[in-house]
């Protein structure tokens, strides 16, 4: 079995900065590509940003100059800084995991289960 476990969102001012971390844990071989995603109440979830095993990164225009994903492989760890926030960056953010390796499974996709990140103004 495979978890992904989000931490490090709560609130936070409108200027201000937090740091999303993402721990993949379970029986897996390998993870290609990890990505942070987010969904604001009465919206559909929206990509933010994705990287790959070998470090290729792309941003979703709402995320480039302000939004900064990184990985660390040995911790299958996926992190998202995110500065400058904004009251409409306030959401629900999930991390995404679409090819786990998973011993005597194969490739799954896992969804963290979400942290919440809320700005106020």
């Known amino acids: 079995q495979v978890q992904l476990v989000e931490s490090g969102g709560g609130l936070v001012q409108a200027g201000g900065s937090l740091r999303l971390s993402c721990a993949a844990s379970?029986?897996?071989?390998?993870?290609?590509?990890m990505g942070w995603y987010r969904q604001a109440p009465g919206k559909q979830r929206e990509l933010l940003a994705l990287?790959?095993?070998?470090?290729?990164?792309s941003y979703a225009d709402t995320a480039k100059g302000r939004f900064t994903i990184s990985r660390d492989n040995a911790k299958n760890t996926v992190y998202l800084q995110m500065n400058s926030l904004k009251p409409e960056d306030t959401a629900a953010y999930y991390c995404?995991?679409?090819?786990?390796?998973?011993?005597?499974?194969?490739?799954?996709?896992?969804w963290g289960q979400g942290t919440q990140v809320t700005v106020s103004s």
């Open positions: 995404k995991a679409p090819s786990v390796w998973v011993v005597g499974v194969g490739r799954v996709d896992y």
């Open positions: 379970g029986d897996i071989l390998r993870i290609n590509t």
């Open positions: 990287i790959t095993s070998s470090g290729r990164i």
